[in-house]
């Protein structure tokens, strides 16, 4: 598994802290880790997007690359077409990530929003990057009130295309979840049919990065290679 595309139900759900997440749990376990963000949008020429929030977190031993970068919040393609630029192929994405991979333990691939926002005018999505990779997807989940809708379509759009679900992890798990977020850890694996493979505290971004990098491989699962039990967190948070 030298490639995994890490997905969002959404945006702002804690995806970037995710990816950095396994990429600081990979290191640590003796990996060597690449994070290619293909489209980042939403940031200006000068400032650090969310491969670099990766390199902050997870420590200067990964690679990051970006392929395209759009200043307006927007779907990629979107972005592309107000701002004037070139949208993205599948393709392209690929090829970035069989190169990264040639030379890394693990790339990570992150997207921007959900599995079928779209990167171009033909309206490609990260689904056909992972198809073209073989790679499995990591699916973030946010803990509360409508995940398991949004997850369990998630999981039907990887299904329907063939694609492999690695599983979930919730990208940003409450100090006091509520009643829907607890029902939800034993509720998310049900829907989805995919294993929950972490959960990551809120507010861990802004840790400091040695406390992150620290912490992370706690907050994933051993196929992430972390220490992290979906038994254990259940049973310390009963519905």
């Not at 005018?121 to 803990?143: N, S």
């Amino acid at each position: 598994m030298s490639v995994i595309v890490v997905s969002g139900t959404g945006t702002e759900i804690g995806k970037t802290v995710v990816t950095s997440a396994v990429a600081a749990a990979a290191l640590a376990a003796g990996l060597s880790v690449a994070v290619l963000k293909p489209a980042q949008t939403g940031v200006g020429p000068d400032e650090p997007g969310d491969a670099a929030e990766a390199v902050r977190l997870a420590g200067p031993a990964v690679t990051a690359r970006e392929l395209a970068r759009y200043p307006e919040p927007l779907a990629p393609d979107t972005a592309a077409r107000r701002s004037g630029l070139a949208t993205l192929a599948p393709s392209r994405i690929a090829e970035a990530a069989a190169e990264l991979a040639r030379s890394h333990e693990l790339v990570l691939v992150e997207g921007a929003g959900g599995l079928l926002v779209r990167f171009d005018e033909e309206g490609h999505t990260l689904a056909d990057v992972a198809r073209l990779l073989e790679a499995p997807v990591l699916v973030v989940a946010p803990a509360g009130l409508g995940t398991l809708n949004n997850t369990a379509l998630t999981a039907e759009a990887l299904t329907a295309r063939g694609l492999h679900g690695l599983g979930v992890v919730v990208g940003s798990w409450p100090d006091s979840p509520d009643l829907a977020s607890r029902c939800n850890l034993a509720d998310l694996p049900k829907v989805s049919g995919l294993p929950l493979l972490g959960a990551v505290p809120q507010g861990s971004g802004t840790l400091d990065p040695a406390a992150f990098r620290a912490a992370a491989p706690g907050w994933l699962a051993p196929d992430l290679h972390g220490t992290w039990s979906a038994e254990s967190f259940l049973a310390a948070w009963p519905a």
